[in-house]
């Protein structure tokens, strides 16, 4: 039977696990609790590939319990409830350790019914989930049990497990291979972290490879062949999408136009232009803002444009806007003062509209009175001393000038105007 490299030669004991060296490395905690033999509730979070289920193998064959396994993605109640039956039987007199992957396609009453044998111990859950589990795992079952971050391997860590794999590979099949200089690093870095992409790249290298002089050959033409698009990690209704909003967003406000154009390359090469566009036209508002108001009329034109032109066209535009954002002078003024402004509302402190400011709908309905408003075009200036905020905030301040140009000049003609210069 067929049985991928990546599954058929998974690593049987933490050594062999490369990567994770802030929780298996030789004082890591998830390395502890697994030599302890007292397996705690957990649940593994990170990317693809990173070897969650590789170690919660190995930390379940360290148990004297049976090993259950269940994928979220095509699991049920049913399927529950057949290992429930299981506890308290000569199948499981000590319960079980229950393997569940991608935690966060079970709703909230598919994660319920495994809490009161969580409760009792007659299941140790570990779960595992590419998702961020403060979001996608029910409160109950997370105060339950411990969470281990799994990061994105390096380039060395993912040639490391290749080496180790290749090694396996020739022993089994008495086999040589020779690899080109570069094939190894190539792979590394373009398979995104995801050791087990790494390994089915050389898997497809090895079952297409051409017999050579020195055996059979993995050429770096091949591995380029193979390996098209594969360093992109991308999910657009996951947590990486929004890391990535989130990274080119900080990349302009920081004014850094390296970064937020890698940033804004990620996003080009999955063909999302709609998340991209609506992070660079809310930059022009939230951190360029008065500094440049003019910034939000260029990157509108320049959103506009790209959409319009579609990739791969739309690239151009796009690289102008942000680096248009990231060097623009900063101001987060408005942002400030707006969301102060809401604050106060939520709060409940608003109050009639004063007087002078309300429409004269009502008069002439028998509720006559004068109105008192000031027509400040009326003043020098086209300015007048009057009370524009309800009495519950006339002493209420939202906006602070910033200390860029183009706000600092509007300061100094309201302070001339107003006579507080």
């Known amino acids: 039977m067929y049985r991928p490299l990546a599954d058929e030669f998974r690593p049987q004991t933490l050594d062999d696990v490369f990567g994770q060296e802030h929780i298996l490395g030789r004082d890591g905690m998830l390395r502890r609790i697994a030599e302890s033999g007292h397996i705690p509730c957990m649940i593994f979070y990170g990317p693809s590939g990173t070897g969650k289920t590789t170690v919660a193998r190995i930390i379940a064959q360290r148990?004297?319990?049976?090993?259950?396994?269940?994928?979220?993605?095509?699991?049920?109640?049913?399927?529950?409830?057949?290992?429930?039956?299981?506890?308290?039987?000569?199948?499981?007199?000590?319960?079980?350790?229950?393997?569940?992957?991608?935690?966060?396609?079970?709703?909230?009453?598919?994660?319920?019914?495994?809490?009161?044998?969580?409760?009792?111990?007659?299941?140790?859950?570990?779960?595992?989930?590419?998702?961020?589990?403060?979001?996608?795992v029910f409160n109950a079952i997370l105060s339950r049990s411990t969470v281990f971050e799994f990061k994105q391997l390096t380039p060395p860590d993912v040639k490391k497990a290749m080496e180790r794999v290749l090694g396996l590979l020739q022993a089994r099949d008495g086999a040589h291979i020779a690899v080109e200089d570069g094939v190894l690093d190539y792979i590394a870095s373009a398979c995104g972290g995801d050791a087990r992409k790494s390994l089915n790249t050389l898997e497809l290298l090895y079952t297409t490879a051409r017999p050579g002089k020195a055996g059979l050959a993995f050429t770096l033409a091949d591995a380029r062949?193979?390996?098209?698009?594969?360093?992109?990690?991308?999910?657009?209704?996951?947590?990486?999408?929004?890391?990535?909003?989130?990274?080119?967003?900080?990349?302009?406000?920081?004014?850094?136009?390296?970064?937020?154009?890698?940033?804004l390359a990620r996003f080009l090469e999955t063909g999302d232009l709609l998340g991209a566009c609506r992070r660079i036209l809310c930059s022009a508002s939230e951190d360029i803002g008065l500094a440049y108001p003019m910034a939000v009329p260029i990157v509108k034109a320049c959103v506009d444009s790209a959409l319009q032109l579609g990739l791969p066209e739309a690239r151009l535009p796009l690289a102008e806007a942000v680096i248009f954002?990231?060097?623009?002078?900063?101001?987060?003024?408005?942002?400030?003062?707006?969301?102060?402004?809401?604050a106060d509302v939520k709060?409940?402190?608003?109050?009639?509209?004063?007087?002078q400011l309300q429409n004269v709908h009502a008069d002439g309905t028998g509720f006559e009175r004068e109105q008192g408003y000031?027509?400040?075009?009326?003043?020098?200036?086209?300015?007048?001393?009057?009370?524009?905020?309800?009495?519950?905030?006339?002493?209420?301040?939202?906006y602070e000038y910033g200390d860029n140009k183009t706000e600092q000049a509007a300061k100094k003609y309201w302070e001339l105007i107003k006579g507080e210069g």
């Not at 954002?325 to 809401?342: E, Q």
């Not at 400040?376 to 002493?395: E, M, S």
Request: aromatic letters at 8%.
């Open 63 to 136: 148990t004297n319990r049976p090993l259950r396994r269940l994928n979220a993605t095509t699991a049920g109640l049913a399927d529950i409830k057949a290992i429930i039956e299981e506890l308290d039987t000569l199948l499981a007199p000590e319960g079980v350790l229950l393997y569940l992957d991608e935690i966060q396609y079970f709703n909230k009453k598919q994660q319920q019914s495994l809490l009161e044998f969580i409760e009792n111990g007659k299941i140790t859950l570990i779960a595992s989930t590419t998702e961020n589990p403060y979001f996608c």
């Open 225 to 263: 062949a193979v390996t098209q698009r594969s360093a992109m990690r991308y999910d657009r209704d996951g947590d990486e999408h929004y890391d990535i909003l989130s990274a080119l967003m900080k990349s302009m406000r920081g004014s850094d136009p390296d970064a937020a154009l890698h940033y």
């Open 325 to 342: 954002l990231a060097t623009c002078p900063k101001s987060n003024t408005g942002c400030m003062a707006i969301d102060a402004a809401i």
């Open 347 to 355: 709060a409940g402190k608003s109050g009639p509209i004063p007087r």
């Open 374 to 398: 000031l027509y400040p075009h009326n003043f020098p200036g086209r300015w007048v001393a009057q009370q524009y905020l309800p009495d519950a905030l006339r002493d209420a301040h939202y």
